[in-house]
């Protein structure tokens, strides 16, 4: 399955009130690490059925980035049951993104 968009209209549903793990790449079209991240990202998504994939352009939404203080991109978050558990910043190998799903 391909990563959900997220807007301030689906966020909360998506992401806020799902009961398992998500993993939210937030990101830009110019950026370049974003670009380099971007297919690792849609891999994962395709591979683990058992976690959320999502994206959230920080230029399309900004309110989001700055609700949890997204300064740098490409940032990752985890949320297990809502609730931010996991930050990394920067481009980062598929394996070190996985790593921080366990």
């Not at 670009?35 to 395709?46: H, K, L, N, R, S």
């Not at 309110?63 to 558990?85: L, R, W």
Request: with cysteine; glycine share 6%; hydrophobic share 45%.
């Amino acid at each position: 399955m391909a990563a959900l968009h997220l807007t301030t209209e689906n966020f909360r549903k998506e992401v806020l009130e799902y009961e398992g793990t998500a993993m939210v790449d937030f990101w830009a079209s110019w950026c370049g690490p974003c670009q380099m991240v971007g297919p690792i990202i849609e891999e994962i998504a395709e591979e683990r059925t058992d976690v959320k994939i999502c994206k959230v352009n920080v230029d399309e939404q900004p309110d989001i980035a700055g609700k949890y203080n997204v300064m740098s991109i490409p940032t990752i978050i985890v949320f297990k049951k809502g609730e931010p558990v996991t930050v990394s910043v920067g481009a980062k190998p598929k394996a070190e993104l996985l790593a921080l799903l366990s």
